[in-house]
């Protein structure tokens, strides 16, 4: 019964947040990559290539294998968290950048994911590496990551007024679902969670600080512009451990997956405030935020 609960709960959870970014977003979000196209193709490779590298060499690192292992490649595959733009604003981020890329990596991810947990079976769970790559696991993610934010642009576009008055409240209780969803997966899975607790935060940890670190110092090695650079820091910074949760719970059947997910969803947010109130000590003044970024702030 409490299986069934969950695996119930978990998808419309995800839709509730997914619908609630769906809301903020407008197709002229997707067509503003033209107006920052080395920011979003840099940030991009970060996000799909590089972390997944970082995060296999991470797992070979701690000794981490099975299905653990495969919930943090599923981790590093899944876009950037609602919090990404909460953060970035704090720290001087160009927010509409935060806003295109969201969108962009929720697209994405729909491919790249069933890929990379196809790759991930294969190597740590002797699974048959095609079964990421069945139709139904494709079609699976991209009804409980893409259709509401589809959903909820239409909403927006529909009824503009009201979405933009309930966006706050929308927001507010995507966060409190969020914490919900790593609570449930937490107690679900609490038995695992105890026996591997250390290194599943030392781990996330470690990653979460790379992830910053990569989405900051890569573009600012292609002369990327500093707001724009912390833009992509909580971009791919800050990944969305529900969709990582929900997946795994309700795709993958699966819920010892979705540990490092819950565990991530945690403890991310510490280095995430730091990231924040460094990069807007220290790198904020270097450029101020653009006009557009500023336009987006009370998207926030």
Known sequence: MG????????PLALALVMFGLGLTLTVGDFVRVLRYPKAAVVALLCQMVLLPVVCFGLIYLFRLEGALAVGMLLLAASP????????????GGNVALNITLTAINSVLAVFTMPLIVALAFSRFMDGDG?????????????AIVLVPVVVGMLV????????ERMRGNVKILSIVVLALVVLAAVAK?????????????SLSLLFAVISLGVGYFVPRLFRVDADQAIASAMEIGIHNGAIAIAVAGSVLHNNTIAVPGAVYGVLMNVPAAIAAYLLA????????????????????
């Open 3 to 10: 299986s069934t609960i969950f695996a119930v709960f978990l």
């Open 80 to 91: 950037g968290g609602p919090s990404a733009n909460l953060f970035s604003h704090i720290a």
């Open 130 to 142: 095609s079964f990421g790559l069945r139709p139904d696991k494709f079609a699976q993610v991209f």
């Open 156 to 163: 927006h576009h529909r009824f503009t007024a009201w979405s």
């Open 189 to 201: 899975n609490f038995d695992t969670l105890t026996e591997n607790i250390g290194k599943l935060a």
């Open 281 to 300: 000590k220290y790198v904020r003044t270097e450029r101020p935020v653009s006009v557009s970024g500023a336009a987006v702030h009370d998207q926030v």
